[in-house]
């Protein structure tokens, strides 16, 4: 059998734990909420400016994002 003082360590840290499971959801939403918007601009940007040069520069900012290096920037 567990002590008196074991299961108040237990509670305490069962309630720390859902303390910051709740804070983690929050964080998550907050970061869906923000993905959406950056994929809004994005496709703002995309609509304002549809020419190659736009869609090269997204290409290489991808390859970037995915991949931690600079792309090659093609030659004109």
């Given at each position: 059998m567990l002590d008196a003082?074991?299961?108040?360590?237990i509670e305490?840290?069962?309630?720390?734990?859902?303390?910051?499971?709740?804070e983690e959801a929050q964080l998550l939403k907050e970061?869906?909420?923000?993905?959406a918007r950056k994929a809004d601009i994005k496709d703002?940007?995309?609509?304002l400016?549809?020419?190659d040069k736009y869609q090269s520069d997204m290409l290489a900012?991808?390859?970037?994002?995915?991949h931690g290096k600079p792309?090659?920037?093609p030659e004109e």
């Open positions: 003082d074991t299961r108040r360590d305490s840290l069962k309630r720390e734990l859902k303390i910051f499971e709740d970061l869906d909420v923000c993905r703002k940007l995309r609509k400016s549809d020419d900012m991808v390859y970037q994002q995915r792309a090659a920037k």
